[in-house]
C-alpha cells in the first residue's frame, strides 16, 4: 500500500509542475519603471591558440514600459594577434545608448532594436556607429534571465557617411550573458 501511495503522490507531483513553471513563468520578468542589469562576454581565437579576443559588455537599461526598455551599454574589448611580421594587442571599446522592444509575456522573450553610439580604441579608427538588434531573453528565475544578441553596427564619421556606411562599413557583433531586473 506504501508503494501505490508514493506512486499516486509522485504522479500528483509531477503533474503539478506544468501549471508551477506556468504559474512562474507569468509572473516572470519586469514591469514597467524596473531597471534591468546584464554583463555578457565574447571571445574568439584561431586554432594553435596564437591569436585571440575577448570582450566584456555591461548593459543597464530602464522599462519605459512592461516591453519596452531603453538603455546605455558598454563594451571592452581586447586582441592579442601575432602573425608571420607582426605581434601587437589592441584595446578598444563602444558606449551607446539602446531602445529594445520585447515580444511575449513568457519566460522566452525575443527582442528587436536600434543602438547609437561611438567605438574607439588602438584597434579601430575612433568614429560613430548606429545598429540594429536582435536577441532572447530566457528567465530562469522571476528576475533573472539568460541573454543572447546580435548586433549589426554600421560605422560612420558624419551624417553623409551614414547612408553609405549600412552597406559598406558594417560589423557584426554576438555577445551570451546574464541578466537581473530590479
Known amino acids: 500500500m506504501i508503494r501505490v501511495n508514493t506512486a499516486v503522490i509522485t504522479f500528483c507531483l509531477l503533474g503539478a509542475l506544468p501549471m508551477a513553471a506556468s504559474a512562474q513563468s507569468s509572473e516572470s520578468g519586469p514591469h514597467e519603471g524596473d531597471r ?5 562576454g565574447t571571445g574568439s581565437n584561431d586554432r594553435n591558440f596564437n591569436s585571440g579576443n575577448f570582450g566584456v ?6 522599462y519605459l514600459r512592461d516591453n519596452m526598455v531603453a538603455g546605455v551599454r558598454q563594451s571592452v574589448n581586447y586582441a592579442d594577434i601575432e602573425g608571420e611580421d607582426v605581434t601587437d594587442d589592441f584595446w578598444n571599446g563602444s558606449t551607446r545608448g539602446y531602445i529594445n ?11 528587436i532594436g536600434a543602438s547609437l553610439g561611438g567605438i574607439y580604441g588602438d584597434g579601430v579608427k575612433d568614429s560613430a556607429f548606429a545598429g540594429l538588434e536582435t536577441g532572447i531573453k530566457y528567465y530562469v528565475q522571476t528576475k533573472t534571465f539568460f541573454l543572447a544578441r546580435a548586433e549589426y553596427q554600421f560605422l560612420f564619421s558624419d551624417t553623409d557617411d551614414a547612408t553609405d556606411a549600412f552597406q559598406d562599413d558594417g560589423v557584426w557583433a554576438y555577445t551570451v550573458g546574464l541578466g537581473y531586473n530590479f
Open 101 to 111: 522592444h520585447q515580444f511575449l509575456d513568457d519566460r522566452a522573450r525575443p527582442f
Open 57 to 62: 559588455t555591461g548593459d543597464l537599461g530602464w
Open 36 to 40: 534591468e542589469f546584464s554583463i555578457s
